[in-house]
């Protein structure tokens, strides 16, 4: 089962290309929830199991309030087996209005509140791409999964590092 799922959806206005982001993320969250619902073992990480809450519901944090970050909470929005429950970002402006339109209980200025929050089992990575190498870590290092939107890092030696994490 995987545990870094890498983001290579592009963006686009049209109302087409967003559907087809809502189905691609509601589709590889129901193959990756089967999977380790189901006790999947991997070569790397052994036995891998999902915490979903007690409605079955896989509490996400979305570090990042920036254009992809809204069009991943718009997603999130509308998948039923998911649910955006924090998003953090430098602007703490953006992330409250970004918590607001979305209807998320929390909002903070630091991406460690998103990846140690209890509620969140996967981080959504949609910060700029000098610091995902960093959160990938960080949520790894707390038994996150993660979905980072490309590039994982800015050089190799830290892609390396972040998917060996």
Known sequence: ALRLYLGTLHWCRSAFVEMRLIVVLCLCFEFGRAAL???VTSRRFGQVNMKLSDNGILGVGVIGAGRIGLVHLEALSKCE???AVIISNPTISKAEAAATKFKLDTFSGDAMEVINHPDVEAVWICSPSQFHADQIKACAAA???VFCEKPIATDLTETI?????
């Open 37 to 39: 619902l189901t006790g």
């Open 161 to 165: 590092e972040a998917i060996n994490a």
């Open 143 to 145: 038994g996150k999964h």
């Open 81 to 83: 087996n998911a649910k």
